[in-house]
């Protein structure tokens, strides 16, 4: 079973920027699509955006859309969510997900039971 591992979280400043970075330390991903959620305090998880097998197809949240990037290399099981222009309701718990396809073509790419593999997590705090 593929285990993910998420870092990169810390607290950061309204308008900075974050790069978090998943990677695979047991077992690979490199045949899924690969997805980052979020959960806020008091909040349901919530897709950020997900980036395909081949790092050709991404969708983003439209909360985020514009200002965070994913990318991805297979060569080091690593899928990476660059965070700009962050606000203070990007505050959550970061989790990556493998996803059960190899890529999205619809919008279901959002919902939690598409992924099968999940991190523990990391922390992003956004302050003013």
């Known amino acids: 079973q593929v285990q993910l591992v998420e870092s990169g979280g810390r607290l950061a400043q309204a308008g900075g920027s974050l790069t978090l970075s998943c990677t695979a330390s047991k077992g690979s991903f490199s045949q899924a699509a690969v997805g980052w959620f979020r959960q806020a305090p008091a909040k349901e998880r919530e897709f950020v955006a997900v980036i395909g097998w081949r790092g050709v197809s991404k969708y983003f949240a439209d909360s985020v859309k514009g200002r965070f990037t994913i990318s991805r290399d297979n060569a080091q099981n690593t899928v990476t969510l660059q965070m700009n222009s962050l606000e203070p309701e990007d505050t959550a718990v970061y989790y990556c997900?493998?996803?059960?396809?190899?890529?999205?073509?619809?919008?279901?790419?959002?919902?939690?039971?598409?992924?099968?593999?999940w991190g523990q997590g990391t922390q992003v705090t956004v302050s003013t």
């Open positions: 997900a493998r996803a059960k396809r190899t890529f999205f073509s619809n919008n279901d790419y959002s919902a939690p039971l598409m992924y099968d593999a």
